[in-house]
């Protein structure tokens, strides 16, 4: 998709927050056999870290598999080098949305939703951010979901607008400077 | 009296109604005053750290400069803020770069953060300042023979900034026990519920919550005691008649937070609780254990 020099895919992923040991891994395969979710990753954990120091960007990038993580931090809990692949993950599913790949699963539609409502309102509106998911991915499951919103609903539990909170500026303007400063 | 600087956390005010209403009525009576943090915001959970790790952290910064100026510790009951300002805490800590662009990003809206502010989880407040003596001297409603799983999930333990073990912890299984409750064997305790993928991969997470709840059902629990946590609770309570559709089980398990449970023992009214607002609801397994004030329907 763009043309990089060699390894500046690595050098990437290691510069955001947490993901920096990523050139420690010894490929001993403890994250992917720990993974809660890895049956149903195109590449498991292991293998995505390998990918990543092959400077496989686009097969990384493009694949379902980083979208599977449920953040459960077995593999972490497990990394006998410290690793933290869980962070790695994280690390790579913030550079797909930054640069545009369309991986075949919803979750980057609800990653999005949920910190537009964070912006919007300085908290989570949990029915709101629903709400807009839904319309941009699937409206027809919104219907499915209706008797456990309703359910919800009933209990108490899916208040319909946003509590108006004064924070919210301040995260504004936290935001706007830190977007000023250039930070990916 | 013990003072915390309280930060509920988006959910608190919706899917976890019933969890924070328990909270609230077990504080007063445990001696613990959980004082909320003014004007919180979100703490960025999880997605936005998949969506911008930067700006993540520096969201979370707020609540840990406002924490800090409190000079109490900051007590959280979602696993997810607990991990997400833990982890916040401990980059900014370990990365000169982003500690500075942290500063001047709160230097904007006049905080500051000096690094000093100790996050931790309301169960380990629980278990180590409180301690299950002295829970226990205050159960008037022991609940005797009743079979409980304890379910920890994943964050609360994981990537370990508590003591607890994060793979087969202890804590919940002690407190239920302080009660008068029976946990069962459980193993799979510390496994996680799907998390936000029940909103984006409902398959995924539902097999999930199955395994969980079969488990737990298999080993002869007869409600869940579960950890604090908001999505732990929404996904065993509120999706759980969807699982057993999906997955013809006919398993009956009441998700119950173990602040519910404690304020079950403790012979606190039902409806302070939040038990009326459980999906699955706990009314049943409770029968035996109600007392005179808790003449509530549930
Ligand atoms: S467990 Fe750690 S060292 Fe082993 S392959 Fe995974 S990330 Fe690499
Ligand atoms: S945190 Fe993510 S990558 Fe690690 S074991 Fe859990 S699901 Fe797999």
Redesign the pocket.
């Known amino acids: 998709m763009r043309k990089n020099s060699p390894q500046s895919f690595l050098k990437e992923v290691a510069s955001i927050p947490g993901s920096n040991k990523i050139s420690e ?8 056999g720990s993974c809660a979710t890895a049956t149903h990753w195109e590449y498991p ?2 293998k995505i ?1 390998a990918m990543v120091r092959a400077d496989m960007r686009d097969d990384v990038l493009s694949s379902n598999s980083i979208w599977f993580c449920v953040s459960c931090y077995l ?1 972490t809990a ?4 410290d ?1 933290r ?1 869980a962070n790695i993950m994280h690390a790579l599913e913030s550079l797909a949305l930054k640069e545009g790949y369309k991986p075949p699963t919803h979750s980057p539609a609800m990653y999005q939703s949920l910190v537009g409502s964070i912006k919007r309102n300085g908290r989570v509106h949990e029915f709101g951010f629903m709400f807009k998911y839904y319309l941009k991915t699937n409206p027809l499951a919104a219907i499915k979901m209706l008797p456990l919103a309703i359910d919800l609903l009933i209990h108490g539990r899916m208040p319909l607008m946003p509590k108006k909170v004064k924070g919210k500026d301040e995260i504004k303007a936290i935001l706007a400077k830190v977007t000023a400063g250039g930070a990916q | 009296m013990k003072y915390y600087a309280y930060y509920p956390g988006c959910s608190m005010e919706a899917t976890a109604v019933p969890v924070e209403l328990s909270i609230q009525a077990i504080a007063k009576p445990l001696d613990m005053d959980l004082s909320e943090i003014e004007d919180w915001t979100c703490c960025g959970s999880s997605p936005y750290g998949s969506v911008n790790k930067v700006e993540a952290v520096t969201i979370a910064s707020r609540i840990l400069a406002l924490a800090e100026k409190t000079g109490l510790d900051l007590v959280t009951a979602c696993s997810s803020c607990y991990i997400v300002l833990s982890e916040a805490r401990s980059l900014i800590k370990e990365n000169a770069e982003l500690a500075a662009t942290v500063r001047d990003a709160l230097a904007t809206v006049g905080l500051e953060y000096k690094g000093t502010v100790h996050v931790r989880h309301l169960v380990e407040v629980l278990f180590n300042d409180i301690g299950v003596e002295a829970i226990a001297a205050k159960v008037v409603k022991p609940l005797t023979g009743l079979k409980v799983a304890c379910y920890y999930g994943c964050q609360q333990v994981r990537p370990r900034y508590g003591f607890d073990d994060p793979e087969m912890p202890q804590w919940l299984d002690l407190i239920a026990a302080s009660l008068g409750a029976e946990p069962v064997p459980f193993p799979l305790k510390a496994r996680c519920c799907g998390s936000s993928l029940i909103i984006s991969e409902e398959d995924v997470a539902l097999q999930l919550i199955n395994k969980l709840l079969t488990n737990a059902s298999e080993n002869g629990a007869q409600c869940i005691a579960s950890t604090t946590c908001p999505l732990c609770h929404t996904n065993l309570d509120a999706y759980q008649s969807i699982v057993k559709r999906r997955f013809k089980a006919n398993y009956n398990l009441p998700v119950l937070a173990i602040t519910q449970l404690i304020g079950v023992a403790l012979g606190l009214d039902y409806r302070a609780l939040g038990l009326h607002k459980n999906t699955v609801s706990p009314k049943d397994v409770l029968a035996p254990y109600k007392s005179k004030l808790q003449e509530v329907k549930t």
Request: charged content about 10%; glycine content about 6%; proline content about 17%.
């Open positions: 891994c010894i490929q001993c395969g403890v994250c992917s954990p292991r870290i593999c497990h990394c006998p080098r690793i692949p």
